[in-house]
Nanobody, 120 residues
């Protein structure tokens, strides 16, 4: 069974840092891209950052200069280093992956989410 398992969420004061991790497991042939999205209460899910298999990155304007996305050496893990956190960053953070499995492609595969709460 294919899984995306997130970790690293928690409660932090404004100005603090957190590092999120997401590991993909199961019968995966390849991963084209991985990323992080977030959803705050009453709001739509929004892109935070993505990274391709070639290392190209994309960030939401609201997190540029504060967040850094990276992939592990095994390429099945993605990290999100979040610095200078603000209360507005409070949300449920979801890991996303564009997967190719032995039987086909799953372009939108999601983890269960990890909560990030930033207190003022």
């Amino acid at each position: 069974q294919v899984q995306l398992v997130e970790s690293g969420g928690g409660v932090v004061q404004a100005g603090g840092s957190l590092r999120l991790s997401c590991a993909a497991s199961g019968r995966i042939f390849s991963i084209s891209a991985m990323g992080w999205y977030r959803q705050a209460p009453g709001k739509q899910r929004e892109l935070v950052a993505t990274i391709t298999s070639g290392g190209s990155t994309n960030y939401a304007d609201s997190v540029k200069g504060r967040f850094t996305i990276s992939r592990g050496n095994a390429k099945n893990t993605v990290y999100l280093q979040m610095n200078s956190l603000k209360p507005g960053d409070t949300a449920l953070y979801y890991c996303h992956a564009d997967l190719t499995l032995p039987y086909g492609r799953l372009p939108d595969y999601w983890g269960q989410g990890t909560q990030v709460t930033v207190s003022s």
